[in-house]
């Protein structure tokens, strides 16, 4: 299994409230995502990074903001969470092309939050 | 822009029955990636299979075998003689020719395998 951690695993917060989500991971590739899970919509990418300090959007980006000051390290936050923010939050993690594991995404095992 | 669909939301089926997972995808890009992904009860997300655009040969791994048709953009995930413990929910997902290797996900099919 990809060396893939996620913390916390469950978190309550409060409507308004900051929230960091915490992705690391132990094999050193270099694509990381965030992507949220809600009932009929599959996973949604958030955010994804290509390298240290260098980010891009994907398709629900608003109201989320990432950093990536390390490899191994990818943070989520929220600012002001919101109800529609409660999901499951999944990382994962990709290889760069040439490799022989090029493209597949390997994920977390989640993070569920709730927003009340 | 890029999508899947799979169109069953959920499957029911009696142990030992086949079963396939439809999912027809769309995109302008010329070479792309179709993978199907397991997520269990337990919640985690299990990577099954990679098909990359130019390889359309079938491919068989135990009781699970894909079908990629290009001429109908679908890639269908069969399980034969299905069991108990393939119950999950499957999702099937594309990445076009991207440099962010961006993944779009389908809906996702529930399947139920009762004893």
């Known amino acids: 299994d990809a060396g893939i951690t996620q913390s916390p695993r469950h978190k309550v917060t409060e409507t308004g409230t900051p929230v960091t989500l915490r992705c690391h991971q132990t094999e050193n590739h270099r694509y990381m995502y965030w992507y949220r899970q809600d009932p009929g919509h599959g996973l949604r990418l958030i955010h994804y990074?290509?390298?240290?300090?260098?980010?891009d959007k994907g398709e629900v980006s608003d109201g989320y903001s990432v950093s990536r000051s390390k490899t191994e390290d990818f943070l989520l936050t929220l600012e002001s969470a919101t109800s529609s923010q409660t999901s499951v939050y999944f990382c994962?993690?990709?290889?760069?092309?040439?490799?022989?594991?090029?493209?597949?995404?390997?994920f977390g095992p989640g993070t569920r939050l709730t927003v009340l | 822009a890029q999508k899947v669909t799979q169109a069953q939301t959920e499957i029911s089926v009696v142990e030992k029955e086949d079963v396939t997972l439809d999912c027809v995808y769309e995109?302008?890009?010329?070479?792309?990636?179709l993978f199907w992904y397991k997520q269990p009860p337990s919640g985690e997300l299990v990577f099954l299979i990679r098909r990359n655009s130019f390889d359309e040969q079938n491919e068989i791994s135990g009781r699970y075998s894909w079908n990629f048709q290009k001429s109908t953009s679908s890639f269908n995930f069969t399980i034969t003689a299905s069991q108990v413990v393939d119950s999950a929910v499957y999702f099937c997902a594309l990445s076009g020719d991207n440099a962010g290797n961006m993944l779009t996900f389908g809906g996702g099919t529930r399947l139920m395998v009762k004893p």
């Open positions: 994962a993690i990709s290889e760069v092309a040439g490799t022989a594991n090029y493209n597949e995404q390997f």
């Open positions: 995109t302008r890009d010329t070479t792309y990636y």
């Open positions: 990074s290509y390298g240290v300090k260098d980010t």
